[in-house]
C-alpha cells in the first residue's frame, strides 16, 4: 500500500542530506531557493564542521547534495569537503552549481571536484547566453557553453533548464534548448517547472499538449516518451511537474485527496536534515 503514495521527494523517498554549503552568491534568480530560505547567515563553509556533522550521522543517509547559495564560489573549500567525505563514508555525492567563473579560472580544481562525485547537476537557464544572463541577473564574464561543451565525465552530469516565464516558456524555445544540450552528450536534461502562481506558472503538458498522470499521486519526476515531439534527441529528459501542493492555480484530482488523507495518518520513516555552512544539522531548511 506505501508505495502507491510515496513517490516523491516530499513523501519521504530518499534517505538524503541537503547541504547548504554557503549563503553567497554570484547570481539573483528570482526562483532560486534562497529566496524563499535565507539560511544560518554564515557565507564562508567550515568544512571541518560540515565533514563532522555528515560523518557522525552517516549511517543515517544514502546521498548527499551541495547546494547554496553557489557552493563553486568555495570551489578549493568544496572539493576538500568532497573528498574528505568520499575517504570517510560510502555516501553518494552530488552537487548542484550554476558554474561561476572560478570553476572556469580554476579549471583543474572543477575537474578534480568532478571526479569526485557522483554526479554534478549545471543549472545553465538557457542555451542564449544574453536571456540566461537576465534569469541570472547578471553578467556571463566567460564562454559558458563552450566551457560546459569541454568538461569530462559527461557521464556524470546533468543539465537542469527551468520554466520561467518570461524567458524559458514557448514550446520552441524550450525544443532548442534542448537540441542544444542534446548534441553535448551529457548523461540526461532535466526540465523543471517553477511555481510562480496564474500570472507566471507555465504547464509543461498544455504546453506540450500531452496529458500525464497527477503529480503529486503518481510521482513529480517523469522520464519523457515523446518521439513525436522530441526527435531525434537522444538524451534521456526528466521532467519536474508542479502539484497544487507547491503551485496555487493547480487542482487537486480525487486520488490526490486519498494520498493526502493517508499521509495526514503517517509518518515517513526516511531520514532527512539539511546541514548548513557552521555544521548545524535541521530537520528542514529555514
Given at each position: 500500500?506505501?508505495?502507491?503514495?510515496?513517490?516523491?521527494?516530499?513523501?519521504?523517498?530518499?534517505?538524503?542530506?541537503?547541504?547548504?554549503?554557503?549563503g553567497?552568491?554570484?547570481?539573483?534568480c528570482?526562483?532560486?531557493i534562497?529566496?524563499?530560505?535565507?539560511?544560518i547567515?554564515?557565507?564562508k563553509p567550515n568544512?571541518?564542521?560540515?565533514?563532522?556533522t555528515i560523518?557522525?550521522?552517516?549511517?543515517?543517509?544514502?546521498?548527499?547534495?551541495?547546494?547554496?547559495?553557489e557552493?563553486?564560489l568555495?570551489?578549493?573549500?568544496?572539493?576538500?569537503?568532497?573528498?574528505i567525505?568520499?575517504?570517510?563514508?560510502n555516501?553518494?555525492?552530488?552537487?548542484?552549481?550554476?558554474?561561476?567563473?572560478?570553476?572556469?579560472?580554476?579549471?583543474?580544481?572543477?575537474e578534480?571536484?568532478?571526479?569526485?562525485?557522483?554526479?554534478?547537476?549545471?543549472?545553465?537557464?538557457?542555451?542564449?547566453?544574453s536571456?540566461a544572463?537576465?534569469?541570472?541577473?547578471?553578467?556571463?564574464?566567460?564562454?559558458?557553453?563552450?566551457?560546459?561543451?569541454?568538461?569530462?565525465?559527461?557521464?556524470?552530469?546533468?543539465?537542469?533548464?527551468n520554466?520561467?516565464?518570461?524567458?524559458l516558456?514557448?514550446?520552441?524555445?524550450?525544443?532548442?534548448?534542448?537540441?542544444h544540450?542534446?548534441?553535448?552528450?551529457?548523461?540526461?536534461?532535466k526540465?523543471s517547472?517553477?511555481?510562480?502562481g496564474?500570472?507566471?506558472?507555465?504547464?509543461?503538458?498544455?504546453?506540450?499538449?500531452?496529458n500525464?498522470l497527477?503529480?503529486?499521486y503518481n510521482?513529480?519526476?517523469?522520464?519523457l516518451?515523446?518521439p513525436?515531439?522530441?526527435?531525434?534527441?537522444?538524451?534521456?529528459?526528466?521532467?519536474?511537474?508542479?502539484?497544487?501542493?507547491?503551485?496555487?492555480?493547480?487542482k487537486?484530482?480525487i486520488m490526490?485527496?486519498?494520498?493526502?488523507?493517508y499521509k495526514?495518518?503517517?509518518?515517513?520513516?526516511n531520514?532527512?536534515?539539511?546541514?548548513?555552512g557552521?555544521?548545524?544539522i535541521?530537520?528542514?531548511?529555514i
Amino acid at each position: 500500500m506505501k508505495n502507491r503514495f510515496v513517490k516523491n521527494c516530499c513523501d519521504g523517498l530518499y534517505n538524503s542530506i541537503d547541504v547548504h554549503f554557503t549563503g553567497a552568491c554570484d547570481n539573483k534568480c528570482a526562483h532560486c531557493i534562497d529566496m524563499r530560505f535565507s539560511g544560518i547567515d554564515l557565507k564562508k563553509p567550515n568544512v571541518g564542521a560540515i565533514c563532522k556533522t555528515i560523518i557522525d550521522n552517516k549511517e543515517k543517509y544514502d546521498d548527499v547534495l551541495f547546494l547554496g547559495g553557489e557552493p563553486c564560489l568555495y570551489l578549493d573549500e568544496l572539493l576538500e569537503c568532497v573528498k574528505i567525505l568520499r575517504v570517510e563514508t560510502n555516501l553518494k555525492l552530488y552537487v548542484t552549481t550554476s558554474v561561476p567563473k572560478v570553476c572556469y579560472d580554476k579549471r583543474e580544481q572543477f575537474e578534480d571536484l568532478i571526479l569526485h562525485l557522483d554526479g554534478l547537476n549545471l543549472s545553465v537557464q538557457h542555451y542564449n547566453e544574453s536571456i540566461a544572463d537576465e534569469i541570472r541577473k547578471t553578467k556571463s564574464k566567460y564562454n559558458r557553453q563552450e566551457f560546459y561543451n569541454s568538461l569530462p565525465c559527461k557521464d556524470k552530469i546533468r543539465i537542469n533548464l527551468n520554466i520561467v516565464k518570461p524567458f524559458l516558456y514557448t514550446k520552441s524555445d524550450i525544443l532548442n534548448c534542448l537540441y542544444h544540450y542534446d548534441k553535448m552528450g551529457f548523461n540526461s536534461i532535466k526540465i523543471s517547472e517553477i511555481q510562480h502562481g496564474k500570472d507566471q506558472f507555465v504547464s509543461f503538458e498544455k504546453l506540450f499538449n500531452i496529458n500525464l498522470l497527477s503529480p503529486y499521486y503518481n510521482g513529480c519526476q517523469t522520464y519523457l516518451d515523446m518521439p513525436d515531439i522530441l526527435r531525434y534527441i537522444k538524451t534521456p529528459i526528466l521532467l519536474k511537474r508542479s502539484c497544487f501542493m507547491c503551485e496555487s492555480t493547480l487542482k487537486a484530482s480525487i486520488m490526490d485527496g486519498v494520498k493526502t488523507l493517508y499521509k495526514a495518518f503517517t509518518k515517513p520513516n526516511n531520514n532527512y536534515n539539511v546541514v548548513y555552512g557552521n555544521g548545524e544539522i535541521k530537520e528542514g531548511w529555514i
